[in-house]
């Protein structure tokens, strides 16, 4: 997407430059489009997720990040002759959890099988994974997509470890030598494979967005891009449209972030139209994406599923997750996101957008439902999280899960508005005194001396009397029956209390002395 901004504002500059170019830029730009009009992309995504155990998935070694090189390392994992793995129980139990929220089945019986290749941080020349018996199979995740809700097909998820890793640079000799970690190998993934229903880079943004958001909920992964827990590579074709044969694809590895995946996606698609178009044809091989230019560049040719040589594991029997086993741990399935969003809609009286903020996470949707069930009215938590919290978490670089002001916090603050206790003003005050202390609410207030609008109103007339001693000219008017004028009296009311007092208090006083 915003790699089109890029060119697009490349060449506005150009062809504002003369007519002549603005002559040949609309040649050009409607020939991109209508190139592009002539075409459909289809993408489908694959996805490795690490699972939250605390060991791997074939020995006892730890899969703690951020430990010195090959210190979580035994036999197993390093693949010594003859030592043997033993499947983790936990790893099983995420992995199915994951594919339940995905809407997979899951197959009671599942074989692991080697996947072999060499790769200098593969030590044992194969990967355990699953081939043509996964874990589970026929998932799906709604997206929305032009307005419209659209199912994005699950081929499967099936388990496997996770290779070492090369370290290119960082190390006294790292210009003429790699460095290779082992820690990582052997960590438990599950890899999710989507169908190829994708069919642009904003779905697949989508798709990814929503995936994640699903397997946090399920606490099965921190899906923490940085550190590797979730990783997508991308299969892109294109055809004509109309046409029922899929076009050769490219796949564009190692993306780190949704946003280059997606700027990858409509490059790959750019990149893969004009070639046909120009006569050449594509070729299946593997990409890497350079997000600094915003291109993709061919790594190597694609192997096929027959250059693994893939079979059975030999040192595993079967993975059988029976009925008894599948229902046990269908018992952790948590609400999900899309169903959490709807009920919030329903049940707290708040908008469609709201609720989407609300349940990013899992802990804030807990956090927004206990203070709005706390709350005297949850439509006004809702409120004050969208109008109060995330414009100032926003301004400075906040997440909402660190706020400052807890849930717990925007419930009170909720209850002092609503009950009149502190206007409007106040409030918005005690907010930014609780952002410039780092202090939650309840304590700020505590701090200010528990501070009220005043309601006293032998206080309160006295300023009404010097209000309307001081503008006779409006009182005139009003008494003529210029009654909008009492806006005006309530601001110069308020703006003599500092905001103090309470505006109905004002209002109903003032009518009474104006009448
Ligand atoms: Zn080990």
């Avoid at 959890?97 to 995905?102: D, G, Y």
């Avoid at 599942?110 to 994974?129: H, M, T, V």
């Avoid at 960082?170 to 190829?196: C, H, M, Q, W, Y």
Wanted: glycine fraction near 8%; charge should be negative.
């Amino acid at each position: 997407m915003s790699v089109g901004r890029k060119w697009n504002a490349g060449l506005n500059e150009w062809v504002k430059a003369s007519p002549y170019n603005r002559f040949v830029m609309s040649t050009i730009e409607a020939n991109a489009i209508e190139a592009r009009a002539k075409f459909e992309a289809v993408i489908g995504l694959e996805v490795h997720v690490q699972l939250l155990t605390e060991s791997k998935i074939f020995c006892s070694c730890s899969t703690q990040f951020g430990v010195p090189p090959n210190t979580n390392v035994c036999p197993v994992c390093l693949g010594m002759p003859g030592a043997l793995p033993v499947l983790n129980r936990r790893a099983v139990e995420f992995a199915t959890l994951a594919a339940m929220a995905l809407n997979c089945q899951i197959n009671e019986t599942s074989i692991f099988a080697r996947k072999n290749y060499f790769y200098p941080d593969l030590p044992k020349g194969y990967q355990i994974s699953q081939y043509d018996k996964p874990l589970a199979e026929h998932g799906f995740i709604e997206v929305r997509a032009e307005g419209a809700k659209k199912k994005i097909g699950i081929t499967r998820v099936h388990m496997e470890e996770d290779a070492g890793k090369s370290l290119h640079d960082g190390f006294p000799d790292s210009s003429n030598k790699t460095a290779i970690d082992l820690n990582r190998t052997g960590v438990p993934l599950i890899e999710i494979v989507s169908d190829p229903d994708i069919a642009s880079a904003d779905e697949a943004y989508e798709y990814l967005t929503l995936l994640k958001e699903i397997i946090l909920y399920t606490g099965v992964s921190d899906c923490n891009m940085e550190e590797g827990s979730l990783r997508c590579d991308a299969n892109v074709s294109v055809r004509p449209k109309g046409q029922k044969e899929f076009g050769t694809k490219a796949e564009i590895k190692n993306v780190n972030s949704f946003r280059f995946i997606r700027e990858a996606i409509e490059y790959e698609i750019g990149r893969q139209v004009e070639l046909i178009e120009a006569g050449g044809k594509v070729v299946q091989e593997t990409r890497l994406y350079n997000s600094d230019e915003g291109k993709t560049y061919s790594m190597r040719s694609k192997e096929q599923a027959h250059d693994y040589r893939y079979f059975p594991e030999p040192d595993l029997l079967p993975l059988v997750v029976d009925e008894k086993w599948q229902s046990k741990i269908r018992k952790n399935l948590p609400e999900l996101p899309e169903a959490r969003r709807a009920r919030f809609v329903s049940e707290y009286g708040i908008t469609e957008q709201d609720a989407g903020v609300l349940t990013q996470s899992r802990g804030l949707a807990d956090q927004f439902e206990a203070a709005a069930k706390a709350a005297k009215n949850p439509k006004r938590v809702a409120n004050l999280v969208q109008g109060e919290l995330a414009g100032r978490l926003k301004g400075k670089g906040i997440e909402i899960e660190d706020s400052p002001v807890t849930m717990a916090g925007v419930a009170m603050s909720a209850d002092l508005v609503e009950s009149g206790t502190i206007s409007g003003k106040m409030l918005k005050d005690l907010y930014d005194l609780a952002f410039e202390r780092g202090k939650d609410f309840p304590a700020v207030y505590e701090e200010e001396g528990r501070p009220q609008q005043s309601s006293d109103t032998s206080a309160l007339e006295k300023i009404i009397d010097e209000v309307i001693a001081g503008n006779p000219k409006q009182v005139e008017q009003y008494r003529a029956g210029k009654t909008t004028l009492i806006g005006f009296f309530v601001g110069q009311v308020m703006k003599m209390s500092k905001g103090q007092a309470n505006p109905g208090i004002v209002n109903e006083l003032l009518r009474k002395k104006l009448a």
